[in-house]
């Protein structure tokens, strides 16, 4: 089985002032950050939780890579979905979040096995912190 190895320089895409409609929360005043949590305005944190990690796995390279070049063995966009349903159902309400190392681990054996690609670039790690964030 051939390996497909990512090695890429990760662009500002998934950096989080990005992904905060342009606010900073890099800066020590977190008054941006608190502005936008869900219970402070009646929204289903399950829902947004899916929302972003639908976005931030269609923005991800590596996957994108994996899935138009199909190296899924022709059903790449069907474990693109398995991939969103896992990370997904593994968050149940009320539960607390799993370790961010888990899983990376995770995404890196779901590429690997689904997929025959390493991400080299760390990029699996970069995914997991914007989906907890």
Known sequence: MR?????????RMFSLPYLCNGADVT??????VTAFLPHQHGMDPQALFADAVRAVLQRWTALNLAVTN?????????????LFVQIISGFPAGKKAPDPTELETFLDQFMEQNFSTDADDESPYEVICLCLC
């Not at 800066?27 to 941006?32: A, D, E, G, M």
């Not at 199909?70 to 979905?81: L, N, V």
């Open 27 to 32: 800066t020590t005043n977190r008054s941006h």
């Open 70 to 82: 199909d190296w899924g063995d022709g059903r790449s966009e069907e474990k693109r979905d398995a």
């Open 3 to 11: 390996t497909h190895h990512v090695w890429m320089m990760m662009t």
